[in-house]
C-alpha cells in the first residue's frame, strides 16, 4: 500500500551567520511514525550560512527518503525556511552563487522521486512546527563544539551567547546568537578572551 512520507529539515550556521559552524537534521515520518533521523556537521567557518546549512539538509533528507520510498508513495517536504520552500517551488530565484549548486541537486533528487511516480509536495510550517529538525541540527552543533573543545554558552531558547559589544557604551556582554528573536543577554564570562 501506497505511504505517506513527511520530511523535516532545518539547518543554522551558529553562533554567527555567516561564517559560523553549518549544521544541519532532518527526521522522517512514514503513516504517522518517527522512522528515520540523522544531523550532520555541513562546515566550519568561510562560506558557511544559513541557507547553505538549510540546503544541507534538505538534500541529506531527500537522499535518505530516495532510499526508502517506493512508486505511488506521497511526500511532503517542510521546513520552516520561507527562502528554501520559494526557491523549490521556483516562486524564488536562487541568486546566491553558493546556492545554485545546491539548489540544482535538490532540484535532481526530487525530479528523481517523481519519475518514480512519487508525489512530492513543498510546505512551509512555523518554526514551532519544526521543533525535532531544530533540535537535532542544534544538537550537531554542540557535539561538534565539545569535540572540538570550543567555549560555548547555550541559551534557553536554543540558540548560543555570543560576545556581543555596546556599541555606545563598548561594554561587553553576551547575547542570544537568535537575536532580535531571543533578546536574551547576560554578563561577559571574566575568564574568557573575545574570540575573534
Ligand atoms: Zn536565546
Not at 2 to 15: H, Q, T
Not at 118 to 128: D, F, N
Not at 145 to 173: A, D, I, S, W
Amino acid at each position: 500500500m501506497a505511504k505517506k512520507y513527511i520530511l523535516s529539515f532545518d539547518g543554522a550556521c551558529e553562533p554567527q551567520n555567516p561564517g559560523g559552524i553549518a549544521t544541519c537534521g532532518h527526521i522522517i515520518v512514514v503513516d504517522g511514525q518517527l522512522q528515520h533521523s540523522d544531523k550532520k556537521v555541513v562546515g566550519e567557518g568561510a562560506g558557511m550560512t544559513n541557507n547553505v546549512a538549510e540546503y544541507a539538509g534538505l538534500i541529506e533528507g531527500l537522499t535518505s527518503v530516495n532510499q526508502m520510498m517506493e512508486q505511488g508513495d506521497k511526500l511532503e517536504v517542510r521546513s520552516d525556511s520561507q527562502l528554501v520552500i520559494r526557491q523549490m517551488t521556483g516562486a524564488y530565484r536562487v541568486k546566491s552563487a553558493r546556492i545554485r549548486p545546491l539548489h540544482g541537486i535538490a532540484t535532481r533528487l526530487i525530479r528523481e522521486l517523481r519519475k518514480k511516480q512519487i508525489q512530492v509536495k513543498l510546505k512551509w510550517v512555523s518554526r514551532e512546527d519544526n521543533k525535532e529538525a531544530d533540535a537535532l541540527t542544534h544538537e550537531a552543533f554542540v557535539e561538534y563544539c565539545q569535540k572540538m573543545r570550543y567555549e560555548y554558552h547555550p541559551c534557553g531558547c536554543g540558540g548560543t551567547l555570543v560576545p556581543r559589544t555596546n556599541k555606545q557604551t563598548g561594554h561587553k556582554f553576551l547575547g542570544c546568537s537568535r537575536f532580535p528573536r531571543c533578546r536574551n543577554t547576560t554578563s561577559f564570562p571574566a575568564n574568557e578572551s573575545v574570540p575573534s
